[in-house]
T-cell receptor, first 115, second 109 residues
Framework: NAGVMQNPRHLVRRRGQEARLRCSPM?????VYWYRQLPEEGLKFMVY????????ESGMPKERFSAEFPKEGPSILRIQQVVRGDSAAYFC?????????????FGDGTRLSIL | GQSLEQPSEVTAVEGAIVQINCTYQ??????LSWYQQHDGGAPTFLSY????GLEETGRFSSFLSRSDSYGYLLLQELQMKDSASYFC??????????FGSGTRLLVRP
C-alpha cells in the first residue's frame, strides 16, 4: 500500500519561473494538506483540500500561490514567479477523514531551491 | 509567534529515558499529536492525545494535561536510530495542525 507520493523530490528554479509540486495521497485518502518547512523550523500549514474543493487556504499567500486537487490525478501546488524566499521544503500530507484524531501521513517532500 | 513551546535540543545516552515537553495555547484546542522527522525525511506520526492521560505505544508514550495546557513525549530504552527531530502539533480545528518548532534529540553511545 503506497504511501503519500510527492514529486519531484528536488526542484530548482530561477527567479520569475513557475514551480509545480505534485502530491498523490495514500490510497483511500481524500483529504490533502500542504505544509511548508524552513530549515530548523516546524511545518507551517498552507492549504487543505478535498477532491475538487479548497476547504481552507488561510496559510497560503494570496499572491502567486495556488493549489488544486482535481477529480482525477494528483494535487498540485503551484507557485508563480518564484522568488528567493520561496526556497523551502514543501510537504504534502493526506488523511482518511478530517477529524483531529485522524493521523496525517506525510510524503517525503519537495525541496525547492530558487537561484 | 509560535503557539506551542518545546525545547530546541535534548541530548541523552543510549538506553536511557528522555522526556520532551510541549506547552500550548488553549484557544480552539482539539488535541495534541507528536511527529518524528529524521534529517531530510518525512514527518512520521507517533501518537495523539485528545483526553488527559498517558497513551503508550511500545517504547514511546505521550501524555496530556488539558488543565495545564501541557503534554510530553516519553522515549524509553533509547536507540541511536531515535536521533531525530520531534514535533508536537496541536489540532487547531477539526483538521488543521499547528506545529511547534521541534526538538532535536541527539542519542549518544
Amino acid at each position: 500500500n503506497a504511501g503519500v507520493m510527492q514529486n519531484p523530490r528536488h526542484l530548482v528554479r530561477r527567479r520569475g519561473q513557475e514551480a509545480r509540486l505534485r502530491c498523490s495521497p495514500m490510497k483511500g485518502h481524500s483529504h490533502v494538506y500542504w505544509y511548508r518547512q524552513l530549515p530548523e523550523e516546524g511545518l507551517k500549514f498552507m492549504v487543505y483540500l478535498q477532491k475538487e474543493n479548497i476547504i481552507d487556504e488561510s496559510g497560503m499567500p494570496k499572491e502567486r500561490f495556488s493549489a488544486e486537487f482535481p477529480k482525477e490525478g494528483p494535487s498540485i501546488l503551484r507557485i508563480q514567479q518564484v522568488v528567493r524566499g520561496d526556497s523551502a521544503a514543501y510537504f504534502c500530507a493526506s488523511s482518511q477523514g478530517s477529524g483531529s484524531n485522524q493521523p496525517q501521513h506525510f510524503g517525503d517532500g519537495t525541496r525547492l531551491s530558487i537561484l | 509567534g509560535q503557539s506551542l513551546e518545546q525545547p530546541s535540543e535534548v541530548t541523552a545516552v543510549e538506553g536511557a529515558i528522555v522526556q520532551i515537553n510541549c506547552t500550548y495555547q488553549t484557544s480552539g484546542f482539539y488535541g495534541l499529536s507528536w511527529y518524528q522527522q529524521h534529517d531530510g525525511g518525512a514527518p512520521t506520526f507517533l501518537s495523539y492525545n485528545a483526553l488527559d492521560g498517558l497513551e503508550e505505544t511500545g517504547r514511546f508514550s505521550s501524555f496530556l494535561s488539558r488543565s495545564d495546557s501541557y503534554g510530553y513525549l516519553l522515549l524509553q530504552e533509547l536507540q541511536m536510530k531515535d536521533s531525530a527531530s520531534y514535533f508536537c502539533a496541536r489540532g487547531d480545528s477539526s483538521y488543521k495542525l499547528i506545529f511547534g518548532s521541534g526538538t532535536r534529540l541527539l542519542v549518544r553511545p
